[in-house]
């Protein structure tokens, strides 16, 4: 079994095998001789080894096995290696910190030199993880172990067990998290957690809407959420059933919710703490009804450490995925969760059921309760009430004259101590006798969506608009609702070339003291701006920033004024671009939001909660 660790040090061990991860790719340009291919076999058996994947008896198997994965059959293992012990191993390798992805690169290197595979990104990452896959236990073990620790030591015990096996055999990569930027920002009086995804290419709204409806069953596995990918070897983008990524380390775990079979794993691209995935064992849409929300607080019944949440079911203000039926969940609270509360009500017709409406870009209603029941039924009705709800002043429109709905829930739940609640729900929820000995309480968070469009918002009305799409163009899903950005790896690039004008014009003296001094301070702004504006548009990767970075200038020029500051380094310029970024994933909330953060948003949120609770 996998050594056990804290969620702490498990992030920790994550980003600081990352670094090593890097570092050792970097020395790989060229194909081993072939003694440096047996001591790289050598290695990789000796960390199965410690890692507990294999057994000492299992050493030449396990080398036998690799050398023909990567074609060199003729390798001969040392006859000291042979004979060296576990013990040994460990003096020579730490599993924390072993730069297992570099590793497994060196050896795929070697495969593609030797014709295994086709010499491409997703060759390389076939071969490797048909490496690691060939030495992890079998999935039946790894549910087993799984199951007896939930029942011996509980669901913490049983996650960090498959967690850490997850990060050890390269299905959580380690070195794509650690390559993500992320930084956290306060907007008015909010925390907004952002993140540059490195990992994952950006997606268009419209590919993700026309998967949702594409024909089932044409590929296998029909679709990565599938939990026929376990084990699966992947295929490339030439194949008669198109690209799809190799899952020989991925592990599943089998779990029951209403009645029904679903699967537990750790998802590869881990966006927050122990990020995971449960999903449907059939390949159905997704669906946002009473099951749904049954399904959830039973989930966090099981795993009361973790939030879980689903993206919501339709076109637009859904997720990535609409074919499959699944949820995220994790080890992580999100700042929605921290948001202030503008009020609370006893929800009419539900004993002990407190409704708040949270102070969020988003509009969410957060139900709190000690009956798992009652906020089932709870949260269907506000579901119910909504897919009906009209606000032509709003823009909210439920049905077209043809049937087709437009209005869905993006819902989260999670327990949290009774202790932590606030006294006005607390009074609320706990009414009955039997409440007040409960030391949880159930929350779910009930996020309201429309996908409506219009002309002037052909890709929604509550969707990020036109003028944020040079940062934020996908869909706002799940994580996002929750306050967590998920930006597209280009901005690393794009906000350094942006910088680098700015800091250009600043140091040309377009910001200075001088003019700024001057009967001319206002139109030497323009200037600074406009040029800015003008340079951005000569350079293909800052052209799509060239408005935004107009603005900023113009900002930067009057910031400077006020702090009485000579020049801004560079840390302080890149520092500034990172607030710039976090208003504008502020400002694509405020879109996606149904009712705004004013006093007319207000009232009609108000509204429909009263609609809600008659």
């Given at each position: 079994m996998a050594q056990l660790t804290s969620p702490a040090s498990r992030t920790a061990q994550v980003q600081n095998s990352g670094k090593k991860v890097q570092s050792a790719a970097q020395e790989v340009?060229?194909?081993s001789p072939r003694a440096q291919v047996v001591r790289d076999v050598e290695t990789l058996v000796d960390y199965a080894l410690l890692c507990n994947l294999i057994q000492t008896g299992d050493k030449i198997w396990a080398f036998n096995s690799i050398c023909s994965c990567i074609g060199e059959?003729?390798?001969?293992?040392?006859?000291?290696w042979l004979t060296t012990?576990?013990?040994?191993a460990g003096a020579n390798i730490t599993t924390d910190t072993f730069p297992i992805e570099a590793h497994l690169t060196k050896l795929a290197q070697v495969a593609i030199a030797n014709h295994k595979e086709e010499d491409t990104p997703s060759g390389r990452d076939r071969v490797a993880m048909n490496i690691i896959g060939m030495l992890m236990p079998r999935p039946s073990t790894v549910s087993d172990t799984f199951m007896q620790l939930m029942h011996s030591k509980g669901s913490a015990a049983a996650c960090a067990y498959l967690y850490t096996l997850s990060c050890q055999t390269c299905y959580v990569r380690k070195e794509a998290i650690a390559r993500n930027l992320a930084w956290t920002s306060t907007i008015d009086?909010?925390?907004l957690e952002i993140t540059i995804n490195l990992s994952k290419p950006e997606k268009d709204p419209k590919a993700i809407a026309a998967a949702g409806s594409a024909p089932q069953g044409e590929r296998y596995p029909a679709c990565q959420l599938c939990i026929q990918n376990e084990g699966f070897a992947g295929r490339s983008g030439a194949a008669a059933g198109g690209?799809?990524?190799?899952r020989n380390n991925l592990r599943i775990i089998p779990l029951t919710l209403g009645g029904e079979r679903w699967g537990f794993q750790y998802s590869p691209y881990a966006y927050f703490s122990e990020h995971s995935i449960v999903m449907s064992a059939s390949h159905r849409p997704?669906?946002?009804d009473t099951s749904a929300f049954s399904n959830l607080l039973e989930f966090v019944d099981t795993f009361d450490a973790y939030m879980i949440g689903s993206n919501a079911d339709l076109p637009i203000v859904g997720g990535s995925i609409l074919s499959h039926d699944h949820y995220q969940t994790g080890l992580h609270v999100f700042p929605l969760m921290k948001a202030p509360t503008r009020c609370c009500v006893a929800l009419a017709g539900y004993n002990g059921v407190a409704a708040e409406e949270l102070i969020w870009p988003l509009s969410t209603i957060r139900l709190t309760a000690c009956s798992k029941d009652e906020l089932i039924r709870a949260a269907t009705h506000v579901l119910d009430t909504w897919?009906?709800?009209?606000?032509?002043?709003?823009?909210v429109v439920a049905y077209d004259s043809d049937g087709t709905r437009h209005n869905t829930i993006t819902p989260i739940a999670r327990k949290v101590p009774a202790s932590s609640i606030r006294n006005e729900v607390a009074a609320i929820c706990y009414t009955e006798h039997a409440n007040a000995a409960a030391q949880t309480v159930y929350e779910l968070y009930l996020a309201l969506r429309c996908n409506i469009t219009s002309k002037a918002h052909p890709l929604g009305v509550f969707h990020p608009h036109a003028e944020y799409h040079h940062i934020k163009k996908e869909n706002i899903g799940l994580i996002e609702v929750m306050g967590l950005a998920i930006l597209p790896a280009r901005l690393k690039s794009e906000l350094h070339d942006l910088c680098d004008v700015l800091e250009t014009a600043q140091n040309e003296g377009l910001f200075n003291k001088a003019a700024r001094e001057s009967a001319d301070a206002e139109a030497q702004a323009h200037v600074a701006a406009d040029t800015?504006?003008?340079?951005?548009?000569?350079?293909?990767?800052?052209n799509l920033h060239a408005a935004w970075a107009r603005d900023i200038a113009t900002r930067i020029y009057d910031k400077r004024q006020s702090e009485h500051k000579a020049a801004y380094s560079r840390d302080e310029l890149e520092a500034l671009l990172r607030e710039e970024t976090s208003q504008v994933f502020w400002h694509v909330l405020e879109n996606a939001g149904v009712f705004k953060l004013t006093d007319n948003g207000f009232a009609q949120f108000d509204a429909f909660v009263d609609a809600v609770n008659k």
């Amino acid at each position: 079994m996998a050594q056990l660790t804290s969620p702490a040090s498990r992030t920790a061990q994550v980003q600081n095998s990352g670094k090593k991860v890097q570092s050792a790719a970097q020395e790989v340009q060229s194909v081993s001789p072939r003694a440096q291919v047996v001591r790289d076999v050598e290695t990789l058996v000796d960390y199965a080894l410690l890692c507990n994947l294999i057994q000492t008896g299992d050493k030449i198997w396990a080398f036998n096995s690799i050398c023909s994965c990567i074609g060199e059959i003729e390798a001969a293992p040392e006859e000291l290696w042979l004979t060296t012990t576990k013990q040994d191993a460990g003096a020579n390798i730490t599993t924390d910190t072993f730069p297992i992805e570099a590793h497994l690169t060196k050896l795929a290197q070697v495969a593609i030199a030797n014709h295994k595979e086709e010499d491409t990104p997703s060759g390389r990452d076939r071969v490797a993880m048909n490496i690691i896959g060939m030495l992890m236990p079998r999935p039946s073990t790894v549910s087993d172990t799984f199951m007896q620790l939930m029942h011996s030591k509980g669901s913490a015990a049983a996650c960090a067990y498959l967690y850490t096996l997850s990060c050890q055999t390269c299905y959580v990569r380690k070195e794509a998290i650690a390559r993500n930027l992320a930084w956290t920002s306060t907007i008015d009086g909010n925390e907004l957690e952002i993140t540059i995804n490195l990992s994952k290419p950006e997606k268009d709204p419209k590919a993700i809407a026309a998967a949702g409806s594409a024909p089932q069953g044409e590929r296998y596995p029909a679709c990565q959420l599938c939990i026929q990918n376990e084990g699966f070897a992947g295929r490339s983008g030439a194949a008669a059933g198109g690209a799809h990524p190799a899952r020989n380390n991925l592990r599943i775990i089998p779990l029951t919710l209403g009645g029904e079979r679903w699967g537990f794993q750790y998802s590869p691209y881990a966006y927050f703490s122990e990020h995971s995935i449960v999903m449907s064992a059939s390949h159905r849409p997704m669906h946002i009804d009473t099951s749904a929300f049954s399904n959830l607080l039973e989930f966090v019944d099981t795993f009361d450490a973790y939030m879980i949440g689903s993206n919501a079911d339709l076109p637009i203000v859904g997720g990535s995925i609409l074919s499959h039926d699944h949820y995220q969940t994790g080890l992580h609270v999100f700042p929605l969760m921290k948001a202030p509360t503008r009020c609370c009500v006893a929800l009419a017709g539900y004993n002990g059921v407190a409704a708040e409406e949270l102070i969020w870009p988003l509009s969410t209603i957060r139900l709190t309760a000690c009956s798992k029941d009652e906020l089932i039924r709870a949260a269907t009705h506000v579901l119910d009430t909504w897919k009906a709800y009209n606000d032509k002043e709003a823009g909210v429109v439920a049905y077209d004259s043809d049937g087709t709905r437009h209005n869905t829930i993006t819902p989260i739940a999670r327990k949290v101590p009774a202790s932590s609640i606030r006294n006005e729900v607390a009074a609320i929820c706990y009414t009955e006798h039997a409440n007040a000995a409960a030391q949880t309480v159930y929350e779910l968070y009930l996020a309201l969506r429309c996908n409506i469009t219009s002309k002037a918002h052909p890709l929604g009305v509550f969707h990020p608009h036109a003028e944020y799409h040079h940062i934020k163009k996908e869909n706002i899903g799940l994580i996002e609702v929750m306050g967590l950005a998920i930006l597209p790896a280009r901005l690393k690039s794009e906000l350094h070339d942006l910088c680098d004008v700015l800091e250009t014009a600043q140091n040309e003296g377009l910001f200075n003291k001088a003019a700024r001094e001057s009967a001319d301070a206002e139109a030497q702004a323009h200037v600074a701006a406009d040029t800015v504006y003008a340079r951005c548009i000569e350079k293909p990767s800052c052209n799509l920033h060239a408005a935004w970075a107009r603005d900023i200038a113009t900002r930067i020029y009057d910031k400077r004024q006020s702090e009485h500051k000579a020049a801004y380094s560079r840390d302080e310029l890149e520092a500034l671009l990172r607030e710039e970024t976090s208003q504008v994933f502020w400002h694509v909330l405020e879109n996606a939001g149904v009712f705004k953060l004013t006093d007319n948003g207000f009232a009609q949120f108000d509204a429909f909660v009263d609609a809600v609770n008659k």
